[in-house]
Nanobody
Framework: QVQLVESGGGLVQPGDSLTLSCAAS????????IAWFRQAGKEREPISCI?????YYVESMKGRFAISVDNAKNTVYLRLNSLRPEDTAVYYC???????????????????????????WGQGTQVTVSS
């Protein structure tokens, strides 16, 4: 059993940057990839994913976002740069079990079974970008 807790969100102005954290209750990257998603409406869309062997970004998310990990802290980070109002969303992290690869995050999350591909989800952290 693993708990994932996102933090770091808040209200920021356009152009600001934020670093979001996904803290795991124990070491997890040995058996999982950690992915970041965001949800502004009904659909939770993928952003990026990191494992012990790869880093992956959804093409549309490349450029302003950066994923990283501090293994000693069991924490995965998502750096959000040059934030725009359209980045306003709840940001989630999730644990994708091996041997599934980060590319899997491109699959749409539409049903409960889709979400269940990921063994663990955090509660989300709200990012609001507004002037």
């Amino acid at each position: 059993q693993v708990q994932l807790v996102e933090s770091g969100g808040g209200l920021v102005q356009p152009g600001d940057s934020l670093t979001l954290s996904c803290a795991a209750s124990r070491s997890i990257l040995g058996g999982y990839s950690i992915a970041w998603f965001r949800q502004a409406g009904k659909e939770r869309e993928p952003i990026s994913c990191i494992s012990s062997t790869e880093t992956y970004y959804v093409e549309s998310m490349k450029g302003r976002f950066a994923i990283s990990v501090d293994n000693a802290k069991n924490t995965v980070y998502l750096r959000l740069n040059s934030l725009r109002p359209e980045d306003t969303a709840v940001y989630y992290c999730a644990a994708l079990p091996n041997p599934l690869k980060c590319l899997v995050i491109r699959s749409r999350l539409r049903t409960q079974s889709d979400y269940a591909v990921y063994d663990y989800w955090g509660q989300g952290t709200q990012v609001t970008v507004s002037s």
